[in-house]
């Protein structure tokens, strides 16, 4: 008879696991931009805070596209526990610049994870994470155009405003 345990899923124990600690960290991405938005929002930035609302909705949709895959290939999806949301900012700017950084982070992520797809001969997550690392180059360069605004406009006198004005008219040409 056929070991049922192994025919259940393709997807190998350091992919499932690796995948599972992907969807904790766009679970927390999603919970860092509903802070970032409550924090924006109770500063009078208000398109700022419709902006991480957005990201917000975006990264839980990433989590659960995560989630399906792996139940879907078979694998067991995990639920994350999110804990270490920070809800205080420095200031307007550091909000997109740690916005960035997690980004990055999510890119290095991503990149390990596709990176760990060869080493295991998983081509099938391979082409899967196709679309989160070209997700990737958009949210990136939309946190440095934030950023750049800021620059540009300067935030003396009504320049915050300004800029908080500017946030949602940022937009990328997928070329
Ligand atoms: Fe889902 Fe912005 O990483």
Request: contains cysteine.
């Amino acid at each position: 008879m056929k070991d049922l345990i192994g025919l259940k899923t393709s997807i190998g124990e350091k992919i499932e696991s690796a995948l599972n600690a992907q969807i904790k960290v766009e679970a927390h991405s999603s919970s860092i931009y509903l802070a970032m938005a409550s924090w924006c929002d109770y500063q009078g930035y208000d398109f700022s805070s419709d902006f991480f609302l957005e990201q917000a909705d975006e990264e839980r949709a990433h989590m659960m596209k995560i989630f399906h895959y792996v139940k879907n290939r078979g694998g067991k999806a995990v639920s994350p526990e999110v804990v270490n949301v920070p809800q205080d900012f420095e200031s307007f700017r550091s909000v997109f610049e740690q916005a960035l950084e997690q980004e990055m982070h999510v890119t290095k992520q991503f990149n390990n994870l596709a990176d760990l797809c060869f080493k295991e001969k998983d081509f099938v997550t391979f082409q899967f994470l196709q679309w989160f690392l070209e997700e990737q180059v958009e949210e990136e360069y939309t946190m440095r155009r934030a950023i750049e605004l800021f620059d540009v406009i300067g935030e003396e006198g009504t320049g915050a405003w300004d800029i908080d004005k500017h946030i949602p008219k940022i937009t990328f040409d997928r070329g």
